[in-house]
């Protein structure tokens, strides 16, 4: 297999390095660009590759959810961020969450080891029809130079919405006595950390909650949320109980110390393998710093908790993906011009992996002169990528993997069978069958 040197990939958070180690690996040299550290964003910390900025988790690892479909697909197409997942990955019950310093190492070694990926640590700035093929995966903190180029180059204005980090709290100064360990329904194991409100302390804490004094609001931001991150302030102006049928939900985690379900619960995860931090799920937010202190310290067991990170807000930038992109993620306009990650309009850690993921397999395709095979509909990755390209153009919303998205059984077999869980094991079950089908056909073009 000829070495082609004319790949480029932009952007060394989730999708890019991804895409880079699946080119690089079918006879492809890389040239990998990351911005960071010659320029940072308003929410990355580090310089490091595949930094997780937000939660720490991705997602379900329960047999047949639409989260551990769309990662056994990628297991079986030897995805590398998802085996250095696997690797970093510390307990959180029935979901799939890593040590994000361990899986950004290993990340880094993955590339340090591939001679055929060549890292540039600089900035891109334009984009031009002749630059040859050209993986966009530079994500939601897209710099502005390069968001204006982008829009230049596809003729399209960007859409954004804005999403939220969680507070972190140091394990040490987790009161104990006041929480339990526990795993909702008590699936797989119990990990997290669950600390239960009595109906006066959950009043007590919304109210605190909605007289928060937010944020400053920078000159860049308009605050268009995704409507599946909404800061939990903004949850709680819907109602006083909408917070309890969100993060809070305590359905399935009844305290073992009393026999009884909790009114609320706010549950923590791991951050790492020394179990040494601990993140609020669900807990993103747009509060001053000082606020979050002391509204979130009115939650039992984090009176005295100690902040590694409180939440933040950051812009979130995709393109309109259904009028411009192909079901191979390229620019209908420039096919040498690929995009994944957030960029490309998938939303979530899984979901950036899995196409970047495609999207290196599709530019090698293209790069050793062989037109790109887009994934069967039927599967959970043809599934995302038939959403992000085929959704009304006016009313794009970014998306995770859900059964929403996945080829429906037919009407017959929806009617024979009422129970849902079964329903899905064979959407499952025909998805795994039509994905192993068209990695079978990649692996004889490689040949």
């Known amino acids: 297999m000829a070495l082609h040197p004319n790949i480029r990939v932009l952007g060394a958070g989730l999708a890019g390095p991804e895409a880079a180690l699946q080119a690089a690996k079918r006879g492809c040299h890389v040239d990998l660009y990351e911005m960071r550290p010659v320029r940072s964003t308003e929410a990355h910390q580090t310089a490091d590759f595949a930094e997780l900025v937000c939660s720490n988790s991705l997602k379900s690892e329960s047999e047949n959810t ?28 029935h979901a799939l969450a890593v040590d994000r310093a361990e899986f950004s190492r290993l990340v880094a070694a993955a590339i340090t080891a591939e001679p055929n990926i060549t890292v540039h640590r600089e900035e891109v700035t334009t984009l031009y029809p002749d630059d040859g093929i050209t993986i966009l995966a530079t994500g939601p903190l897209t710099s502005p130079a390069l968001s204006v180029s982008i829009a230049a180059l596809t003729g399209s204005e960007h859409l954004a919405f804005y999403d939220s980090i969680s507070p972190i709290v140091e ?10 360990m526990a795993a909702r329904w008590d699936k797989g194991t119990a990990d997290y950390i669950n600390c239960p409100m009595t109906r006066e302390e959950y009043d007590r804490f919304y109210d605190a909650l909605l007289t928060a004094e937010p944020a400053t609001q920078k000159e860049w931001e308009k605050l268009n949320y995704f409507e599946s991150c909404l800061p939990i302030e903004e949850l709680a102006r819907r109602g006083r109980d909408t917070p309890r049928f969100g993060p809070m939900k305590p359905v399935g985690l009844r305290d073992p110390r009393t026999g009884k379900t909790p009114h609320a619960v706010v549950q923590l995860r791991s951050e790492n393998l020394r179990a040494d931090a601990y993140n609020l799920v669900g807990f993103q937010n747009h509060m001053k710093y000082s606020e979050q202190a002391r509204v979130l310290r009115l939650i039992p067991g984090l009176e005295n908790a100690k902040f590694l990170r409180y939440g933040q807000i950051h812009r979130n930038t995709y393109i309109n993906a259904p009028a411009l992109l192909t079901t191979t993620l390229q620019l209908r306009e420039q096919p040498k011009i690929f995009f994944a990650g957030q960029l490309s309009g998938v939303e979530g850690y899984t979901e950036s992996i899995a196409s970047g993921l495609m999207a290196g397999i599709f530019a090698a395709a293209l790069a050793h002169g062989r037109t790109p095979e887009p994934l069967p509909r039927g599967c959970g990755l043809g599934s995302l990528v038939q959403y992000i390209t085929h959704a009304d153009p006016k009313h794009f919303q970014p998306a995770n993997i859900t059964f929403d998205l996945l080829e429906p059984l037919d009407e017959e077999t929806r009617r024979s069978i009422r129970d849902k869980k079964e329903r899905h094991r064979l959407q499952c ?6 994905f192993d089908d068209w990695w079978t056909r990649q692996q004889v073009q490689l040949a």
Not at 429 to 434: G, I, Q, S, T
Request: neutral net charge; aromatic residues 4%; proline residues 5%.
């Open 171 to 180: 394990a040490d100064s987790i009161d104990r006595e006041r929480v339990y």
């Open 66 to 93: 639409a989260p551990w479909l769309l990662k056994q697909e990628m297991r079986r197409a030897h995805s590398a961020l998802l085996a250095a997942a696997d690797q970093s990955a510390v307990p959180a019950g």
């Open 429 to 434: 079950e025909r998805a795994l069958a039509l």
